[in-house]
């Protein structure tokens, strides 16, 4: 995979003159609106206390159009003159992606998402009514020669909320049901279907029946993460060293929790937290796709783990 450097050299082509453009007339704009606004709220303001000493229907007047101001400048600001970053980013993530995943098969579509029944194999939010997302995206493992397989790992966005309902008292002394909403599970979702079976099953942050808790050699990895299994030596064999690390190392880039779970043939990834977003920055520079080079590399790095790993089952050769 590219190097940070070189990632951000490529991609700064994909920033056109239009987009610098809109980008810098919506900061002069929002500059503009901040300056011209702020003061006519601190004069309406000071006529406003001065009026309520003379006459009570002006000072009402002038206060209604300090609020009127305070309104118009937060859409201003907030608003129409924010930079729409989700809308560039779809438009230019397919080049952005090309230059990352140079060699790999992959297909991506922001305005897709896996299915329900997909994310609830996983096990990982229980009971859920509401179901979203967004940013479907597959990645085919290389086999051992390094050309595509047909195993991939499928993987989007997802939002997941359970209704609850709880009994409330007014401020009449009368009870009723309120409903509300709870989410079980907001963050990327994904998971693999290997050609076999795993010799085991395996959990790291996540519950699986008839698995107990294992502490391997690895102090640093027991501290992050609680791993439970059926098959201890078997465990050991798919948790190398080199995969704990890059399992570490996925954590702390995300700085939100990992959860894996493997049985059968299936292994089953979370992370809670969105993935592929623009990093958004005062300047519009290549920086801003720094977080999708992070987000990228280290499935990267997983992907290559699995590929090169004996004992994640693989497709026999003919």
């Not at 609830?120 to 390094?146: H, K, M, N, V």
């Not at 043939?265 to 958004?280: G, M, S, T, V």
Request: aromatic share 14%; charged share 25%; net charge neutral.
């Amino acid at each position: 995979m590219i190097s940070r450097e070189e990632y951000r050299e490529k991609t700064q082509k994909l920033l056109t003159g239009e987009d610098f453009e809109a980008f810098n007339d919506l900061k002069k704009k929002k500059k503009l609106t901040l300056c011209v606004v702020l003061p006519i709220q601190a004069v309406l303001l000071a006529i406003a206390i001065s009026m309520c000493f003379v006459n009570t229907i002006a000072a009402g007047v002038v206060f209604g159009l300090l609020t009127l101001s305070f309104i118009i400048g937060a859409v201003g600001v907030f608003g129409f003159l924010t930079f729409d970053f989700k809308a560039f980013r779809n438009r230019v993530i397919q080049g952005v992606f090309d230059i990352l995943l140079e060699g790999y098969k992959y297909n991506f579509d922001p305005t897709k998402v896996l299915s329900s029944k997909e994310f609830a194999c996983g096990g990982f939010a229980g009971r859920f009514d509401s179901y979203s997302g967004e940013d479907l995206f597959e990645i085919y493992i290389p086999d051992e020669d390094g050309n595509p397989s047909d195993v991939k790992l499928r993987m989007s966005d997802v939002c997941a909320e359970r209704r609850e309902t709880r009994t409330v008292r007014d401020s009449n002394g009368n009870y009723y049901t309120e409903e509300y909403w709870v989410t079980v599970f907001a963050g990327m979702f994904g998971y693999i279907v290997f050609p076999e079976n795993f010799k085991c099953a395996l959990s790291i942050n996540s519950e699986i029946a008839g698995t107990k808790k294992i502490q391997l050699e690895d102090i640093k990895f027991n501290k992050q993460f609680n791993v439970k299994t059926n098959d201890h030596v078997e465990a050991l064999c798919i948790l190398t060293p080199t995969l704990m690390r890059k399992i570490m190392d996925f954590q702390e880039k995300m700085s939100s929790m990992l959860q894996f779970s493997l049985y059968n043939n299936w292994l089953f990834i979370a992370i809670h937290r969105d993935f592929f977003e623009l990093k958004k920055t005062k300047e519009f520079t290549s920086e801003m796709f720094d977080r999708i080079y992070d987000d990228a590399s280290s499935i990267v790095s997983i992907v290559e783990e699995i590929r090169t790993n004996k004992s994640f089952p693989k497709k026999q050769k003919d």
